[in-house]
């Protein structure tokens, strides 16, 4: 099955600062990799996603890019505010049919994002 | 986008009790899922809910334990069976949004079994 890793689990940075997360997954098959942030005590929120033809999407202060060849995919966000501090998770989406269990949504282990004034 | 209702919000039980976990969507949706998420640790796929037929679960899940309805396209429940400390965890709906959209999730079902 999928396998999606993390990196970095904590990361800490200035205000007006870039963030940077990378992630990278196993099953070349996978085609759709979202990005979420979770605010303590919140639901996941899907705050950009990127598919597997596409190499780069940009959303305000967000991007995300994806490198298909190595598997791996990045959250970018410049201009950080204190408000972007939060649990950021990567996912990867593998469709395995209806005879194999359907789609999959699997998680990396999350990046505690903290803003600093 | 699809509202998700997701209700109990939380729940304290006692061990060896079961807990139903309700979500309904304010729209049809072909495709339900139930997450676990123990405390501050990543999600984990339960089983796909799967209209009309069986859920499909993933490994490490088993139908005795959590045992789930889909009785149409916007309701869903999860049971979570004979309740033991290890199964306090936060529990999320979530559903594939139309038009390919995305995954969006409910508020979550915070339990707690002591």
């Given amino acids: 099955g999928e396998n999606v890793e993390q990196h970095p689990s904590t990361l800490s940075v200035q205000e007006g600062d870039s963030a940077v997360i990378k992630c990278t997954y196993s099953d070349s098959a996978s085609n759709y990799f979202p990005w979420y942030k979770q605010e303590l005590g919140k639901r996941p929120q899907l705050i950009i996603d990127i598919r597997s033809n596409v190499g780069e999407k940009k959303d305000q202060r967000i991007a995300v890019?994806?490198?298909?060849?190595?598997?791996?995919?990045?959250?970018?966000?410049?201009?950080?505010?204190?408000?972007?501090?939060?649990?950021?998770?990567?996912?990867?989406?593998?469709?395995?049919?209806?005879?194999?269990?359907?789609?999959k949504l699997t998680f990396g282990t999350g990046t505690q994002l903290k803003v600093e004034l | 986008s699809a509202v998700i209702s997701q209700k109990p919000s939380r729940d304290i039980c006692q061990r060896g009790t079961s807990l139903t976990i309700q979500c309904q969507v304010d729209s049809q949706v072909t495709m339900m899922f139930w997450y676990r998420q123990q405390p501050g640790?990543?999600?984990?796929?339960?089983?796909?809910?799967?209209?009309?037929?069986?859920?499909?679960?993933?490994?490490?899940?088993?139908?005795?334990?959590?045992?789930?309805?889909?009785?149409?396209?916007?309701?869903?429940?999860?049971?979570?069976?004979?309740?033991?400390?290890?199964?306090?965890?936060?529990?999320?709906?979530?559903?594939?949004?139309?038009?390919?959209?995305?995954?969006?999730?409910?508020?979550?079902?915070?339990?707690?079994?002591?």
């Fill in chain 1, 65 to 103: 890019t994806l490198n298909k060849t190595a598997k791996h995919f990045s959250l970018h966000i410049t201009e950080t505010q204190p408000e972007d501090s939060a649990v950021y998770f990567c996912a990867a989406l593998l469709s395995r049919g209806l005879t194999g269990g359907g789609n």
């Fill in chain 2, 41 to 114: 640790q990543s999600l984990t796929l339960i089983a796909t809910a799967n209209q009309g037929s069986e859920a499909t679960y993933e490994s490490g899940f088993v139908i005795d334990k959590f045992p789930i309805s889909r009785p149409n396209l916007t309701f869903s429940t999860l049971t979570v069976s004979n309740m033991s400390p290890e199964d306090s965890s936060i529990y999320l709906c979530s559903v594939e949004l139309q038009g390919a959209r995305g995954y969006t999730f409910g508020s979550g079902t915070r339990l707690t079994v002591v």
